[in-house]
């Protein structure tokens, strides 16, 4: 049916001929099949190298322009809606963190946590199991112990370092470490290692004590 195949090709490409997305005019002759859909572009521009783009390629990213706005725009209110609540006499916050170094940013985000709270007073811990224990590890790094192979990827160490020297305790489950083969001796500084049946007694020893408890879990 040639004569419906044309009405489409003149429908998708807006003309008689051409790679979708073109016009063809008499001026410019629709490319044969095996011909590029557009002259290569000049690839450096400001001294960047950039990709040759098609001309429907061309089309589609200038189609919807974007970014659409400017990096440092403002796009959230800056509200608290809840008081920056300070600790009262006596008062303890506790963590449990049951998540994977780098593959579960809460374990990141918990210690970030728990070093706010510390700074607001409260007495403040964190308790690693499970895959958690590979948190505290001070042997991550690439090539060799301490170098990141990628941004951030201390930022785990760094923020258990900094909680650890403004008072928090950080507890690590020796089990926890034991599931993966790592060692004791490769814990971070100030980590306090613990006997894998103190998960369950150091729950009910901080609820005793009247702790906000807050428990982050990930597989």
């Given at each position: 049916?040639?004569?419906?195949?044309?009405?489409?090709?003149?429908?998708?490409?807006?003309?008689?001929?051409?790679?979708?997305?073109?016009?063809?005019?008499?001026?410019?002759?629709?490319?044969?099949?095996?011909?590029?859909?557009?002259?290569?572009?000049?690839?450096?521009?400001?001294?960047?190298?950039?990709?040759?783009?098609?001309?429907?390629?061309?089309?589609?990213?200038?189609?919807?322009?974007?970014?659409?706005?400017?990096?440092?725009?403002?796009?959230?209110?800056?509200?608290?809606?809840?008081?920056?609540?300070?600790?009262?006499?006596?008062?303890?916050?506790?963590?449990?963190?049951?998540?994977?170094?780098?593959?579960?940013?809460?374990?990141?985000?918990?210690v970030l946590q728990a070093t706010r709270a510390?700074?607001?007073?409260?007495?403040?811990?964190?308790?690693?199991?499970?895959?958690?224990?590979?948190?505290?590890?001070?042997?991550?790094?690439?090539?060799?112990?301490?170098?990141?192979?990628?941004?951030?990827?201390?930022?785990?160490?760094?923020?258990?370092?900094?909680?650890?020297?403004?008072?928090?305790?950080?507890?690590?489950?020796?089990?926890?470490?034991?599931?993966?083969?790592?060692?004791?001796?490769?814990?971070?500084?100030?980590?306090?290692?613990?006997?894998?049946?103190?998960?369950?007694?150091?729950?009910?020893?901080?609820?005793?004590?009247?702790?906000?408890?807050?428990?982050?879990?990930?597989?």
């Amino acid at each position: 049916m040639p004569g419906f195949w044309a009405k489409v090709r003149l429908k998708v490409t807006g003309g008689t001929g051409g790679e979708p997305g073109t016009v063809a005019t008499d001026a410019a002759p629709a490319p044969s099949e095996n011909a590029p859909a557009t002259a290569p572009r000049d690839s450096k521009e400001n001294g960047m190298t950039t990709a040759e783009l098609s001309d429907i390629e061309q089309k589609s990213l200038e189609e919807i322009p974007h970014p659409s706005l400017p990096e440092g725009s403002s796009i959230y209110g800056g509200t608290k809606v809840f008081p920056d609540l300070q600790a009262e006499s006596g008062e303890t916050y506790f963590t449990l963190v049951h998540g994977i170094a780098h593959e579960s940013s809460v374990s990141f985000v918990a210690v970030l946590q728990a070093t706010r709270a510390l700074r607001k007073g409260f007495e403040t811990a964190i308790y690693f199991y499970g895959p958690g224990s590979l948190n505290c590890l001070a042997t991550r790094g690439f090539p060799t112990t301490g170098s990141s192979a990628f941004p951030g990827e201390h930022n785990i160490n760094d923020q258990l370092k900094t909680f650890i020297a403004e008072g928090g305790k950080a507890y690590c489950c020796r089990f926890g470490l034991s599931l993966h083969g790592a060692r004791e001796e490769d814990l971070i500084e100030g980590v306090i290692p613990t006997h894998p049946l103190d998960v369950q007694d150091a729950l009910i020893y901080y609820a005793r004590k009247g702790a906000i408890i807050n428990s982050t879990y990930q597989l």
